[in-house]
């Protein structure tokens, strides 16, 4: 049943893995693997049996936001709903790939809140999302909820959750367009 596909799933993928790393979070994995469309292959960053994001590997299509990210999203909708009216201010619970920077402008501000150092170093080695990032942005560590509450108000536009840890369903805060 479901059990044995997922264990089928994740034993391919771990043999075939750029990188493998664990720590008190849990398992990551890092893999190529085809698209199912014409774009090429993506690069996927698993959190054990979940995905957390990939990337296009072309050049041409690296930039484009993926799975429920894509511009056709809510997340993704509701971000470019915002940019029409100026500058946007883009608060990120969870790192992932770091798909969401791909959003930004020169003259927006993004801040990513991450609790997994090894998240961290993965989305800096192994994607370009952030190295590629248009807006000033930064990697806030350690545990989102503790960091926000610490924090001055930032007065987010929008402030996505991605910070689960099952199959749930991320969820996105923001000010209606």
């Known amino acids: 049943g479901v059990a044995g596909y997922l264990a089928l799933d ?4 771990i043999a075939h893995s750029r ?12 893999y190529d693997q085809p698209s199912s469309g014409n774009m090429g292959p993506v690069r996927v960053l698993r959190h054990g049996v979940i995905e957390h994001g990939e990337q296009f590997l072309s050049p041409e299509y690296e930039g484009h936001p993926t799975t429920y ?10 971000i470019q709903a915002l940019m029409t009216q100026g500058a946007i201010n883009v608060g990120v619970i969870g ?5 969401l920077a791909t959003y930004a402008r020169a003259n927006d501000r993004y801040s990513f809140y991450e609790i997994n150092p090894e998240v961290v170093t993965i989305a800096q080695s192994e994607f370009t999302f ?6 000033p942005s930064g990697i ?3 545990d989102a909820r503790l960091s926000l509450e610490s924090e001055s108000s930032r007065q ?11 199959d749930a369903i991320p969820c996105t805060f923001g000010k209606s367009a």
Not at 130 to 135: L, P, T, Y
Not at 156 to 166: E, I, P, T, W
């Open 69 to 78: 990210y894509a511009r056709q999203s809510g997340i993704g909708r509701s």
């Open 19 to 30: 990188v493998l790393a664990r720590n008190f979070y849990g398992a990551l994995a890092v």
């Open 95 to 99: 790192l992932g790939a770091g798909t």
């Open 130 to 135: 952030q190295r590629h990032c248009a807006a």
């Open 10 to 13: 994740t034993s391919q993928s």
């Open 140 to 142: 806030i560590p350690g």
């Open 156 to 166: 987010f536009d929008v402030l996505a959750v991605d910070a689960f840890s099952g």
